[in-house]
């Protein structure tokens, strides 16, 4: 007998408890499920993350919620916590669903089937009206088509048992319909994939009523099924780089006003939730002149733009069999970033209660025109594990194993998150996740950077790339010739003593790291100039006999300085740098306008 038809002891109401055991159970089948989610996700853009996304969006509550009696605080808090950690579209679409059932059941402690069914179909509103340009034959359609299910059925059963396991015959119809619905679906021959995430979560909601093993719910860990080979999908053109997302506290535009003014940056546009806390979503090529118009919108506490390009080559176009990923700090030209297929998530930078994301959604130019302007000095805040649990696992889906090399772990939390999210997704996935401390950071870790890269284009194992790597951090020097130390003081780097004898006997320092990724001030000298032929000195002298492989050179808004570093380093190497570089706002905070410097990387 089909498994789907078997029922256990009726259940006529359900309260907050029953709700959050079939949410867990939903969300486990989709996160087992993820992998196959990402190999048929063609729509709006196929880039491969449906599953990723979906998955991140429910874990959170797997991850943080705890259950409670009352019907309505459970599906506020699942509601919630949905909504702010919501990826991508399918990912805000599946947390809208639930915002609308939150605020469409009432104060319950428990409910009927009559009044679940009723909620059930007026939550469909508030995802259609959440979404732009609302398209047919995606997870909106099934979601309509089952709400209209159990709203039409209800009456006929005795129990949510009942009810919810025949409506999968219609949840599965629904689905495979989504084919010929969609020409995209038609051509590459799958279902929708946010719509299968949504089937699946039923699904998972039936296996649990039958098993009705709350034992095992609780204490089994959902694991990435492995997915047979299916016929490779038709990549499509991606018109848009950046899947761009944020939340907005406090709005002060209405939904339509949001809107008109998204519509002028891109497409895909969603908006989830309400005037309290909104979370957006759109496809645009220019995140940063977006959250530059939307910082008049209210407060941004959050943002995310993941690169669909990216995405995309890791699905269609991928070069090698290992992911390369560093962070925003690693300053190397967008030319040889994109050449190798390198993997960046950006730190965070904010202005007051305005959050943005390193050389994403705030580029150089802003940054420093903010940095005069703006009454807050910017702090600047490391990538979270769920950030890298979001990457790594999208990766992981699609290459054979990940190799990440980060800025000094005396600086930032970064590495300490990545090395935590790897063991994670290293063990769900059961794919090799390396995370190396580079101990430096912009263009030093740039060159390190660069130097994996080749060593993986050259068809390295993962193996010999990380021992190779981590020969190449020890070689790998910074010296930065900062103008003032007016900009470290203000952030906190230095105390206000040092920076006010340095301000009056003029004193200009050459910041560097030692060994151990610690900043120290190397030298000093008492105009700009002086202090960066110091630097040149220093290089000369520095290795005597060993021979500098390649370099780069960085400024803050500070071309001139640029131009001078690169005349000298090119007289003395016989080789241009490899980048120029205008350095990541996150440094730039700390280092100040008018900062320049040399990163060298030895043989």
């Known amino acids: 007998m089909n498994r789907m038809t078997l029922v256990p002891a009726p259940m006529e109401r359900m309260d907050g408890r029953n709700l959050y055991y079939t949410f867990i159970a939903g969300a486990k089948k989709v996160i087992e499920h993820q992998v196959e989610l990402n190999k048929i996700n063609v729509f709006p853009v196929n880039d491969g993350d449906t599953g990723t996304n979906l998955a991140s969006t429910i874990r959170s509550v797997i991850e943080s919620l705890h259950p409670n009696r009352s019907y309505k605080i459970t599906a506020d808090r699942i509601a919630e916590a949905t909504l702010l950690n919501a990826r991508g579209n399918s990912g805000i679409i599946f947390a809208q669903f639930f915002y609308g059932l939150s605020i469409e059941i009432g104060d319950q402690k ?3 089937l009559k009044q679940f069914a009723e909620s059930i179909q007026r939550s469909v509103k508030y995802v259609y009206e959440a979404v732009a340009n609302p398209v047919e034959g995606t997870m ?3 979601i309509k088509e089952w709400a209209e299910y159990i709203y039409q059925t209800w009456h006929k059963f005795s129990d949510f048992n009942h009810l919810l396991v025949s409506s999968y015959e219609v949840l599965k119809k629904s689905l495979m319909e989504t084919t010929s619905k969609l020409k995209i679906l038609a051509k590459n021959n799958v279902v929708d994939a946010g719509a299968k995430g949504f089937v699946l979560f039923v699904e998972g909601i039936i296996e649990f009523i039958h098993s009705r093993n709350l034992k095992e719910l609780i204490l089994s860990k959902a694991e990435t099924a492995s997915f047979p080979k299916i016929e490779e999908v038709v990549a ?3 018109d848009f780089r950046y899947c761009t997302e944020a939340i907005i506290k406090n709005s002060t535009i209405d939904n339509d006003a949001l ?8 497409d895909s546009i969603v908006i989830a939730g309400s005037d309290k806390i909104r979370r957006i979503h759109i496809h645009t090529n220019t995140p940063a002149e977006l959250f530059n118009e939307l910082r008049y919108a209210g407060t941004l506490t959050f943002q995310k733009a993941d690169d669909m390009i990216r995405q995309s080559q890791a699905v269609y176009a991928r070069k090698w069999k290992i992911a390369l990923v560093t962070d925003s700090t690693c300053d190397l030209s967008q030319e040889l970033i ?7 998530l950006p730190l965070s930078i904010s202005f007051g209660e305005n959050h943005y994301l390193d050389k994403v959604t705030i580029q150089p130019n802003q940054f420093y025109k903010m940095l005069d302007e703006c009454p807050d000095y ?3 805040s490391q990538i979270n594990e769920t950030a890298f649990i979001n990457l790594y696992s999208h990766l992981a889906s699609h290459y054979d194993s990940i190799i990440a090399v980060h800025l000094s772990d005396q600086l930032s939390g970064t590495y300490n998150s990545s090395l935590k999210a790897a063991r994670s997704v290293s063990s769900e996935f059961n794919k090799p996740v390396t995370v190396l401390n580079s101990r430096n950071l912009s263009g030093a870790l740039g060159l390190i950077i660069l130097r994996a890269a080749q060593a993986i284009e050259t068809g390295m194992s993962h193996d010999e790339v990380v021992a190779q790597t981590e020969k190449w951090i020890t070689k790998a020097r910074i010296l930065v010739s900062v103008r003032t130390l007016k900009y470290m003081v203000r952030g906190g780097r230095v105390s206000a003593v040092k920076g006010l004898i340095a ?8 910041v560097s790291l030692d060994e151990t990724g610690k900043a120290i001030v190397f030298d000093k000298a008492f105009n700009q100039k002086t202090n960066m032929e110091k630097v040149m000195k220093h290089i000369l002298s520095a290795r005597p006999g060993e021979k500098i492989w390649n370099y780069i050179v960085l400024h803050a808004n500070n071309e001139n300085a640029a131009a001078w570093y690169s005349e000298k380093m090119e007289i003395l190497t016989g080789k241009k740098p490899v980048s120029v570089v205008n350095i990541s706002p996150v440094i730039g905070a700390n280092s100040g306008v008018g900062a320049a410097s040399v990163a060298i990387l030895y043989e």
Not at 259 to 266: C, V, Y
């Open 338 to 344: 994109d050449h190798y297929q390198i993997n960046i």
């Open 140 to 142: 909106l359609t099934v």
């Open 503 to 510: 301000r009056i006997l003029n004193i200009n320092p050459i």
């Open 236 to 238: 499509e053109k991606v």
């Open 110 to 112: 428990s409910i009927t």
């Open 378 to 380: 910017p702090k600047t």
């Open 259 to 266: 809107k008109r003014t998204l519509s002028g940056f891109g």
